[in-house]
């Protein structure tokens, strides 16, 4: 390594805000071995919690980055360009056994030694490495693909998140590329061992997957998501290290790329989707209610049981549909839900015609929220982002729209990903509260402040706690009236749908993961209780089929925020600020929801306000008590 790369690694780790330990670390571009890990445990602090907790946490924070080399990409966490996560068996195991080592230090450490603010780091780092050891009880691992996630989803993504500025940018990406057929055939043995299990997806969810896998290898590689970086290059690298590149990309691709995917593509098709459980509950697999129970759990970040979350789903529904209602009456419209929800899914004016006039009213939208933002916000951030379709490789199965986190440290700003296939399913009236909660002030906005909080750790900093992140992303969308939005009665409309959706999850996962519920009634009463149309309602339902428990979070998450919102107001009265409130939640970047009320209601307290024990959403089995 020259002296001048090694000082700009040095360099873009002080940005990082990491330790002295972590920018030595950084110049060894070898991942984390067994001997490495070791050595950095052996030399842990023996004395001094202050000193003990800081270490931990830049070991962890190193390990996470060295062990899992995408993670470092988006981070923009410089030495791992070249790598994959090793998802060997061999490799998984390792893993587990550095983690509970991890856990095992934490264990020892006097917490009475620590200040405010190290007591909550050192709550959360505990926290989350016991949640993640005792995930290790269930054969996760074995699950590495389906419709929703895994390799033909992430590799493209990485790759198109690598920096692309030098020479030696782009031999990083051939490196990548090169190593490809190994995690294709590593992630093909997890595969096969599942389905010795009889542990693999839904096999009705998977029918696109051998679709999405030869998209990425079109007979021309310029229309590879794999290859795109190597015909936009910049016009800083000469013409002829183009051509050396382009050249060596194509035959990696040609030779080694189109083969392997092929072959895994056909491995799907032939063996993979016949044998796949024909079963949907996810408590179908052996110990499957408890491993349900753990997701939840991890998701929600709460001691909700899923019957718990049940109950809350159909009340929130109920009071979702009188509100519905009453905006049907005030628009004068002559029938009944079933009608109007028929109307909105069909009427040619909710929709267009052109896939850039949807995009360019979703930067529309963008920037007219952006300005209202101050009078809810003292602190904004200063990532920029944009606004892109959904790539084609993937679009008929992703779901309406997405949030990609951009970094300052990698140069990439975030990303609001909106679907444009079959825009016949896109309806306008769903626009201002999706641009809402995935880009300002939802995703965007909360997780570019928490990647911008010098004053904690990186490993906090980027951080997700889904129970956290996507119920402040729905909470969000309950801000657009502040914002100026939802004026036209369809759009407002629109916002309920989605808060509609939202509280219909709490139903249908848990219905079918838990209560024996069928696909089928599950998305009839999805229809039922919504307007989005069909095909957004079947992808969503597949989406809860290999994914159960996620989408849960976001309704207990945006339930628990106003709920601490509705004691804040009530507790400080006139002195109550918007913008200090917002500010104070979002400080200290993503919690778990029991760590978030604790410390509001701290906030409230120092605020001058009186707290009353706040009832435990466990005990509300109603709307009422979550408000």
Request: glycine share 6%; proline share 5%; hydrophobic share 35%.
């Amino acid at each position: 390594m020259s002296f001048s790369k090694s000082i700009k690694k040095i360099l873009n780790a002080k940005l990082l805000g990491l330790s002295a330990a972590i920018m030595a670390a950084s110049l060894n571009v070898q991942a984390m071995d067994h001997k490495a890990f070791e050595k950095a445990m052996d030399t842990l602090p023996k004395s001094g919690a202050s000193d003990k907790l800081q270490a931990l946490q830049d070991l962890r924070y190193r390990w996470i980055m060295e062990s899992y080399p995408e993670t470092a990409t988006y981070r923009g966490y410089p030495g791992f360009e070249e790598n994959w996560t090793d998802q060997s068996v061999k490799g998984i195991e390792r893993r587990k056994g550095q983690t509970r080592k991890l856990l095992a230090a934490s264990r020892h450490l006097n917490e009475d030694k620590l200040s405010s603010a190290e007591k909550l780091d050192y709550q959360l780092l505990y926290q989350d490495l016991l949640l993640e050891v005792r995930g290790y009880q269930f054969p996760e691992h074995l699950l590495p693909v389906n419709h929703m996630s895994g390799i033909q989803r992430s590799v493209p993504g990485v790759l198109n998140a690598m920096p692309k500025r030098t020479t030696a940018d782009y031999e990083n990406i051939l490196a990548r590329l090169d190593k490809l057929p190994g995690l294709i055939e590593q992630t093909k043995i997890l595969m096969e061992k599942g389905a010795e299990q009889k542990l693999t997806p839904p096999q009705i969810t998977l029918r696109d997957l051998p679709g999405q896998i030869r998209a990425l290898i079109p007979a021309d590689p310029k229309q590879s998501p794999l290859l795109k970086a190597f015909y936009e290059m910049p016009a800083s690298i000469s013409a002829a290290h183009q051509n050396r590149l382009r050249t060596r990309a194509q035959n990696i691709y040609q030779k080694t790329l189109v083969p392997n995917w092929k072959r895994f593509a056909e491995y799907v098709e032939r063996d993979y989707i016949p044998n796949a459980t024909t079963d949907t509950a996810f408590t179908k697999n052996e110990d499957g209610i408890r491993w349900y129970a753990y997701k939840v759990r991890e998701t929600t970040t709460t001691d909700l049981s899923p019957e718990e979350i049940h109950r809350i789903g159909l009340e929130e529904v109920r009071r979702i549909r009188d509100e519905m209602d009453a905006i049907i009456a005030k628009t004068g419209f002559a029938g009944d839900f079933k009608v109007f929800t028929e109307f909105l899914r069909n009427d040619p004016q909710f929709y267009y015609d052109n896939k850039e006039d949807l995009l360019k009213n979703y930067r529309d939208i963008a920037k007219r929220i952006d300005g209202e933002l101050p009078a809810l916000f003292g602190t904004l951030p200063r990532l920029p982002y944009g606004v892109k379709p959904i790539p084609s490789y993937s679009e008929k199965s992703q779901t309406t729209a997405y949030y990609q986190p951009g970094s300052y440290e990698a140069g990439r700003a975030g990303v609001f990903f909106a679907n444009t296939y079959n825009l016949k399913s896109r309806p306008t009236w769903e626009m201002e509260a999706l641009t809402v909660h995935e880009a300002m002030p939802g995703h965007h906005l909360q997780i570019a402040l928490a990647q911008e909080q010098k004053d904690i750790h990186p490993l906090r900093r980027n951080k997700f706690y889904t129970g956290f992140v996507e119920g402040w992303g729905l909470y969000s969308e309950s801000l657009g009236y502040d914002l100026g939005l939802y004026k036209d009665p369809y759009n407002e409309f629109g916002a309920l749908t989605y808060d509609m959706w939202r509280a219909v999850r709490l139903v249908v996962d848990t219905g079918m993961h838990q209560l024996g519920w069928s696909r089928d009634e599950a998305i009839q009463y999805f229809m039922n209780n919504s307007a989005k149309p069909e095909h957004d309602v079947v992808v969503e339902i597949d989406r809860y089929l290999v994914w159960p428990g996620q989408a849960l979070a976001y309704k207990v998450g945006q339930l628990k925020i106003k709920e601490i919102r509705a004691r804040a107001e009530e507790a400080l009265g006139n002195n109550f600020d918007i913008r200090q409130f917002h500010d104070a939640l979002l400080g200290a970047g993503a919690l778990p929801l029991n760590v978030l009320e604790s410390r509001m209601n701290d906030w409230i307290a120092s605020q001058g306000g009186e707290i009353s024990r706040a009832q435990p959403m466990s005990d509300a089995g109603g709307q009422a008590a979550l408000n």
